[in-house]
């Protein structure tokens, strides 16, 4: 009898030493929590706590509101903040709470269909999103020799692109313009037409006004049902202009990863790097190249190289990433950044679009990288040779519009003058008119068999 009290007694305080120990594991250790000491334009200066760079805080005013931020440096006892959201309220020694989280990206299929903002909180009117799963708002690493090769076209729908500028799946374009050229309007037309599964769509740093227009005009509810919209214009902080970005492209990873075709669209590539200028800057990194900080071009790639093709089955990313000319400069410090780290650009210009022609592609200034290896050789000297007669007649203009080119001088400017119609025919495309990839090639060299030029 006294064994079985004794053993019903040993049972009981182990289970007890048991629940303690539990509750002793899932204890979460304690946060040291700061001082608002300092703030400057957007960037506030906490001291009495710690984080690491990338961590979250909560910034709580006397009156109970709280402002989340990220840190985004330090120096000394000092971490320098910048608030994600409203920072009106703020004063001195507001409590800076720790979180000891990095930005994690909310994703799943009840994202296709909406549009959310650069936290990934819907702003669409339509009620909460249901995800399943988190990703790294910084993406993860790819091995290079991992990733499948691009190895066939993709289908955009626009002519031009399509046969001169062929786009592999997978392959990563810039479309180069100044403002008000045409940029936003051709990425709405590949938004309509492209043969992807899904498309994302990034509105980094835009007008409030494009948002809707986009929504509503270019993809309609046929494309925005199978597309995801991140918007974060223009009065949005840095910050959240550049979470915004990096949001798009965790959601365009995570269906890559399904092993779906994804179509990135980014408009504008420009307006994340002037946002990494603005955080630099706040936080006195010194400018470098016409007031850029180096920060900023280290920020480029490692957003770009997130696109591209799956190392671990059939998805793709294939992207197009808008980059604004300042003053239709070509060698504007990001401009000549993004050239170098992208697998091709097509440049519009500025005197083709005021002359009405649609899209406004400067095809002497335009190239597609990875067009060697997704089409078959006779497409290709096709469109060397589309170019090539297009070239003459560009280098000859002068000569042709006064009047001093004399007919029959030189067969190669001949050839160039009597195919120019066609030519500038094949170029031109209307807003709402679709050409597949098959009837792109037909058309090149139907334009060149007019010509007299057989393949």
């Known amino acids: ?91 001195q020694d507001c409590r800076v709470i720790p979180l000891g989280l990095t930005s994690m990206a909310h994703v799943g299929p009840n994202l296709l269909g909406r549009v959310v903002d650069g936290s990934g909180k819907p702003i669409d009117g339509k009620g909460a999103i249901h995800t399943t799963d988190t990703v790294p708002l910084h993406g993860r690493p790819i091995n290079p020799l991992g990733r499948t090769p691009i190895s066939e076209p993709l289908d955009v729908g626009v002519r031009a692109i399509n046969s001169l500028l062929t786009v592999g799946r997978g392959q990563r374009i810039g479309l180069f313009a100044g403002s008000g050229v045409g940029k936003s309007v051709l990425l709405g037309m590949m938004t309509r037409y492209t043969t992807a599964d899904i498309i994302v769509v990034g509105l980094i740093g835009e007008r409030g006004r494009e948002v809707n227009e986009f929504v509503r005009k270019n993809l309609g509810d046929e494309g925005l049902a199978r597309a995801v919209v991140v918007a974060t214009p223009a009065d949005h902080p840095p910050l959240m202009r550049m979470h915004g970005a990096m949001l798009a492209t ?21 307006r994340y790097a002037q946002a990494q200028r603005e955080i630099a800057l706040a936080i006195n990194e010194p400018p470098a190249t016409k007031g850029y900080p180096p920060s900023v071009f280290s920020k480029l790639p490692s957003l770009v190289e997130r696109a591209g093709n799956s190392d671990n089955g059939s998805g793709s990313i294939t992207a197009f990433y808008t980059v604004l000319t300042e003053g239709d400069d070509t060698n504007d410090p990001i401009a000549d950044a993004s050239r170098a780290i992208l697998d091709g650009h097509v440049h519009l210009s500025r005197s083709l679009a005021e002359a009405g022609h649609f899209p406004a592609i400067d095809m002497e200034a335009s190239v597609s990288r990875l067009m060697v290896e997704v089409v078959p050789e006779t497409h290709q000297d096709m469109a060397r040779e589309f170019r090539r007669i297009n070239s003459t007649y560009q280098q000859n203009l002068d000569l042709i519009n006064v009047g001093a080119y004399q007919p029959g001088s030189n067969p190669a400017v001949d050839l160039s003058i009597d195919m120019r119609e066609s030519m500038l025919e094949f170029l031109q495309q209307g807003l709402h008119e679709s050409v597949d990839f098959e009837t792109s090639t037909l058309a090149l060299n139907n334009v060149l068999k007019q010509g007299g030029v057989e393949f």
């Not at 509101?65 to 959201?85: I, W």
């Not at 092993?259 to 980014?266: I, T």
């Open 1 to 91: 009898m006294i064994d079985g009290i004794t053993k019903q007694r040993s049972e009981k305080w182990l289970a007890r030493l048991a629940s303690y120990k539990s509750r002793i594991l899932e204890t979460k250790p304690m946060l040291v929590e700061g001082k608002l000491t300092r703030m400057v334009g957007l960037t506030l200066e906490a001291v009495g706590c710690r984080s690491t760079i990338g961590g979250r805080c909560l910034i709580e005013t006397i009156d109970g509101a709280r402002t989340e931020a990220e840190v985004v440096g330090f120096s000394g006892e000092r971490l320098y903040l910048m608030p994600t959201g409203d920072i009106r309220g703020l004063e």
């Open 250 to 270: 965790s959601i365009a990873e995570y269906f890559r990863d399904q092993g779906k075709s994804v179509l990135l669209l980014m408009d504008s590539l420009t």
